[in-house]
C-alpha cells in the first residue's frame, strides 16, 4: 500500500470522529504503531465478505468524501467501534500464543469460504488479539472467525440503515 493511500485512509478514519492517535502500550512499555500497517489475512465465509463490499458501498453512498473507502477502511473501523465498546481490555501476557491460524479452507459443510486479507495497524492487529484473548475466558473457542462475526454485528448496529439501502 503506498504511503498516499495510508494517509488518506487515516484522514478518513479521522473524519469518522474517533480517535486513532492513542498508542497502546503494555505493562511491558511495548508500544504498536498506528501508522504502521500490515496485511492481515482470514479466510471468511463468502457471507461475511460481500457484508463487508455492501458496507463499502453504503458509506461510499453516503458522501464523496468516502469515494476511496474499502473494505481494509471497513474493518478498521469495525475495530475501532470495538476498542471503543471495550476501552478497558489489558494487553495480553507475552506468554500467550498468538491465534495465527487463518481457518478452514474452500466449502465446508455447504459453506464457502474466501482467503482475502485486510490493511489494519499494528495497534488494531493487537487490539484484535487482545480481544480474542479476553472472549477466550468465557468462549474458550473463541477466534478470528468470531472476531470477524463481532465486527460486522457492531457495523450492522452502528449502521442500521445500511441493511435497508444495501437490499
Do not use: C
Request: aromatic residues 12%; without cysteine.
Amino acid at each position: 500500500m503506498s504511503k498516499n493511500k495510508i494517509q488518506n485512509s487515516d484522514s478518513l478514519i479521522d473524519s469518522l470522529g474517533i480517535e486513532t492517535e492513542k498508542l497502546i502500550t503494555s505493562e511491558n512499555e511495548e508500544i504498536f504503531s498506528t501508522t504502521k500497517f500490515v496485511s492481515f489475512p482470514f479466510n471468511l465465509e463468502m457471507e461475511k465478505v460481500e457484508f463487508l463490499r455492501n458496507f463499502v458501498l453504503f458509506k461510499r453512498s453516503l458522501s464523496p468524501d468516502f469515494f476511496h473507502y474499502n473494505n481494509s477502511h471497513a474493518v478498521r473501523e469495525g475495530i475501532l467501534l470495538l476498542q471503543n465498546e471495550n476501552p478497558n481490555f489489558e494487553q495480553r501476557p507475552k506468554s500467550v500464543k498468538i491465534p495465527t491460524r487463518l481457518g478452514t479452507r474452500g466449502s465446508l459443510n455447504g459453506i464457502v469460504k474466501l482467503k482475502t486479507s485486510y490493511f489494519i495497524s499494528e495497534a488494531e492487529k493487537n487490539f484484535m488479539y487482545n480481544y480474542i484473548y479476553h472472549m477466550q475466558s468465557s468462549k474458550p473457542h473463541f477466534s478470528k472467525t468470531e472476531f470477524m462475526e463481532d465486527l460486522i454485528n457492531i457495523l450492522s448496529s452502528t449502521y442500521p440503515k445500511m441493511k435497508k439501502a444495501t437490499k
